[in-house]
């Protein structure tokens, strides 16, 4: 089945208002901004936002989070995101901070079919207790807390300790990038890249792929492939101009020899 389109538009068709959205990437890597930018253009906005964080101040999916498109997002870190740390903190935003090993779990558990699962991560923190504020108001109060989880003692290799029940995620859509892919959606991600995407492709009712190089089916040698296509829906081939329009999120150069300062860093 080929499952190219046309155009970002055509890609990101059907996501409207009020949707869920797993997104790919970590930091500024391997995130799908070119369905990021179409969706900002779109105007589509009340959006529950599943990644590992939210972009920076003005790329990714920061240019959402900046014009208020993104009701809530369920991620690990603020990263270098100011505006989110101040939405967050003015109770403008919903933010649901996981651990992240557990949500990197719970994305490949909803694409994997699989409901729930027992870890041990975060028993004896707010994390299983629960309290961790998710919603402030605009004076600093908690008005949404997270809920108590489930714990249960379970026997596991020879010893019995408390584990925290963690439901799974599916999204309604779920946006990633690759380094390359073929018209079946069969997906090859670059070294660092790879990160959450293909867990983020798992877990979307819906999954669209941006691909810096398409190829035709039979291209991919199959033990390299990251991603089965069974998991995408569409694909779309990015131009060579839009693959080349990659941000660093953090930038760190060493001074020269004759210089006072040690280092310097810029973001970009």
């Known amino acids: 089945m080929d499952k190219v389109v046309s155009s970002a538009s055509e890609a990101v068709a059907g996501i409207a208002d009020g949707h869920s959205l797993s997104v790919g990437g970590f930091g500024l890597c391997g995130i799908p901004s070119v369905l990021i930018q179409e969706l900002h253009t779109q105007g589509v906005t009340d959006l529950e936002v599943v990644s590992n964080n939210c972009g920076v101040d003005d790329w990714g999916l920061g240019i959402l989070l900046r014009d208020k498109r993104i009701r809530r997002i369920i991620a690990s870190y603020v990263g270098e995101n100011k505006e989110f740390a101040r939405q ?16 990197a779990e719970k994305l490949r558990a909803g694409g994997a079919g699989i409901p729930a699962f027992f870890t041990a991560t975060g028993v004896g923190t707010q994390v299983a207790e629960g309290g961790l504020p998710w919603r402030y108001d605009a004076e600093g109060r908690v008005t949404v807390a997270s809920p108590v989880k489930e714990t249960r003692a379970i026997e596991f290799a020879g010893e019995e300790k408390e584990y925290v029940l963690e439901n799974a995620i599916v999204t309604d859509f779920g946006l990633v990038r690759a380094w390359r892919g073929d018209r079946h959606g069969n997906l090859v991600f670059r070294t660092s890249s790879r990160n959450f ?20 089916p039979g291209a991919l040698d199959p033990d390299t492939i990251h ?42």
Do not use: C
């Open 88 to 103: 967050f903190l003015q109770g403008e935003l919903e933010v649901e901070l996981t651990p992240q090993g557990t949500l």
């Open 197 to 216: 995407n293909p867990l983020a492709a798992m877990a979307g009712r819906i999954t669209v792929a941006e691909v810096e190089e398409l190829v035709e």
């Open 227 to 268: 991603l089965p296509g069974i998991y995408v829906h569409r694909v779309l081939a990015l131009t060579p101009e839009q693959a080349a329009d990659k941000r660093i999120e953090r930038r760190t150069v060493t001074a020269p020899a004759d210089s006072n300062v040690s280092t310097t860093t810029t973001e970009a």
